[in-house]
C-alpha cells in the first residue's frame, strides 16, 4: 500500500496601463510560481544558465499504449481530469503529478485575476526558468472544458538522481482559468514519443468542477 502522497491511480489611461500591467505581471507569478514542478518531478536545484539541449534518445520510450485506461480524477482543487490508470501519483499543496518513468501529466492551481492570454506570456521568461527551453508555439485553443493557452516546447528532464543522466523532453503546457483561478496542465514525455492522441484526450478531459 502506497502512502497518501503517492498512490495509484471609469479609468483615466494610465489607471488602466497599471491594471493592464499588473494582471500580466500576476499571471507571469502564477505561470512561473505553480509551475515549478509541472513538467515532472520539481527542479532539486536551478537551472544553469548555459545548459544545452541534449540529444533526442533514438529509441525513446514513453509512449502511452492506445489500449492504456484512462480513470477520472477528482483533485481537491476542483477539477477533474482523466489519467492513465496505474500511473504514481505525487500530491502537493497546489496540485498533483501522474507519472511513469520519464512521462508525467501535473497540474497546479493558483488564484487568478483575469483569463490568460497567449499574448501575456512571455517566450523569454519560459526559457529562463527552465532548461534548455526551445518553444514552438505559443497559441489559442478551445478545450472542451474552455478556452486555454497553448505552449508548446521541447527541454532538458530533470537530472537522474543516481546516474545523472538527462533526456530530451516534448512537452504542451495548457493554461485554463475559471472560477477565479488558474490550471497549469503540463504533459512531458521524451521527445519522439507519439502521444498526441492521449495527450488530446487528457487535455479535453479537463474540467472545472
Known sequence: MRSA??????????????????????LMAVLFGCAAGAAGIAPARAAPAQESAVAPEKNPPGDIPDDQVFVTYQAPQGFTLKVPEGWARTDNPSGVTFADKY????VSVAPATAAPTAAAVKAADLVKAGRAVKIAAIDTRMLPGGQAVRIAYTSNSEPNSVTDKRIRLENERFLIGGAGKLAILTLSAPAGADNADQWKLIADSFRWR
Open 103 to 106: 512521462g508525467t501529466v501535473a
Open 5 to 26: 502522497t503517492e498512490q495509484r491511480a471609469g479609468d483615466t489611461p494610465f489607471s488602466t496601463t497599471i491594471r493592464h500591467t499588473t494582471r500580466r505581471s500576476m
